[in-house]
T-cell receptor
Framework: GEDVEQSLFLSVREGDSSVINCTYT??????LYWYKQEPGAGLQLLTY?????DMKQDQRLTVLLNKKDKHLSLRIADTQTGDSAIYFC???????????FGTGTLLAVQP | DVKVTQSSRYLVKRTGEKVFLECVQD?????MFWYRQDPGLGLRLIYF???????EKGDIPEGYSVSREKKERFSLILESASTNQTSMYLC???????????FGPGTRLTVT
């Protein structure tokens, strides 16, 4: 079945760039998403990209998609302590509206 | 702004109790979803609904049922709660015209 994988933890210093990586297996994915979860809260949709795009930029966020390698990344420029959270990658398959989530990457921003 | 609310933030129940988790969205979305979130496993889909009175099993439906009598409300039911159902439960909704899912704040359920 479909699978989405992420590394579990990333630590960066405030002001540096963060890059969170994700790989997926479903070649028929139509949309790929990044969600942010702050402690004790639900998931907040950060951004998403359609599968026929290579890149999407939104202020400090840049999403890169390598469809051939089934690799998605989220770059956060000028990372702030408020960016500390768990980041989930998710993909939506071609046939359904179901999201398949990765395990989440905990981003720790050191002051 | 899309608003998805869940009836409780924290809930403690005993083994064998019947548990109702309620989710309400105020944006007239057709699709609604229930997930559970466990450390190291990410989010896993329990059930979803694409219309009133319609429901589809997700990846882990065992031990759960759902009800969607009104468009804005999607209920998750644990018929006989067990300790392995201790988890964070997240509800989401999505309009029929878009591919953006919006999440509620979650209910942390503990079954003792």
């Amino acid at each position: 079945g479909e699978d989405v994988e992420q590394s579990l933890f990333l630590s960066v210093r405030e002001g540096d760039s963060s890059v969170i990586n994700c790989t997926y297996t479903d070649s028929s994915s139509t949309y790929l998403y990044w969600y942010k979860q702050e402690p004790g809260a639900g998931l907040q949709l950060l951004t998403y990209i359609f599968s026929n795009m290579d890149m999407k930029q939104d202020q400090r966020l840049t999403v890169l998609l390598n469809k051939k390698d089934k690799h998605l990344s989220l770059r956060i420029a000028d990372t702030q302590t408020g960016d500390s959270a768990i980041y989930f990658c998710a993909e939506m398959g071609g046939a359904t509206n179901k999201l398949i989530f990765g395990t989440g990457t905990l981003l720790a921003v050191q002051p | 702004d899309v608003k998805v609310t869940q009836s409780s933030r924290y809930l403690v129940k005993r083994t064998g109790e019947k548990v109702f988790l309620e989710c309400v969205q105020d944006m007239d979305h057709e699709n609604m979803f229930w997930y559970r979130q466990d450390p190291g496993l990410g989010l896993r889909l329990i059930y979803f609904s694409y219309d009133v009175k319609m429901k589809e099993k997700g990846d882990i439906p065992e031990g759960y049922s759902v009800s969607r009598e009104k468009k804005e409300r999607f209920s998750l039911i644990l018929e006989s709660a067990s300790t392995n159902q201790t988890s964070m439960y997240l509800c989401a909704s999505m309009p029929g015209t878009s591919y953006e899912q919006y999440f509620g704040p979650g209910t942390r359920l503990t079954v003792t």
